[in-house]
């Protein structure tokens, strides 16, 4: 059974940066499977905001996030990572991190999470986020 679990979360003025970090087990990361992060804010769906191609390194990013989040991943230690610059407040939200097949899906799926993998959905506690003004 595949567990996630994210951390690295906190609270940030605006312009801050954080690192959020997951690991998860019953999954093998050398076994290629693209991970994704996600998040949810207050009152509102969750989205997908990046996805790491596991096999080929390449990356995708929602467009609120694109030029300052960068999502990244350390094989040997089965570690996936978000790096977060210039936080504003509209990016205080729970934050979670999820395998989402062999490949990304198409950024638009991305946040929408409409992602045709079987195993997609499982989720872990999540980190939490606050950006204040």
């Known amino acids: 059974q595949v567990q996630v679990e994210e951390s690295g979360g906190g609270l940030v003025q605006a312009g801050g940066s954080l690192r959020l970090s997951c690991t998860a ?62 936080l504003q407040p509209e990016d205080t939200a729970m934050y979670y991190c999820a395998p989402v097949g062999k490949v990304c899906p198409r950024v638009p799926n991305l946040q929408a999470l409409r992602i045709s993998w079987s195993g997609f959905g499982h989720w872990g506690r999540g980190t939490q986020v606050t950006v204040s003004s």
């Open 25 to 86: 087990s019953g999954l093998r990361f050398d076994d290629y499977y693209s991970m994704g992060w996600f998040r949810q804010a207050p009152g509102k769906e969750r989205e997908g905001v990046s996805c790491i191609s596991w096999r080929d390194g390449l990356t995708y990013y929602a467009g609120s996030v694109k030029g300052r989040f960068i999502i990244s991943r350390d094989n040997a230690k089965t570690t996936l990572y978000l790096q977060m610059n210039n």
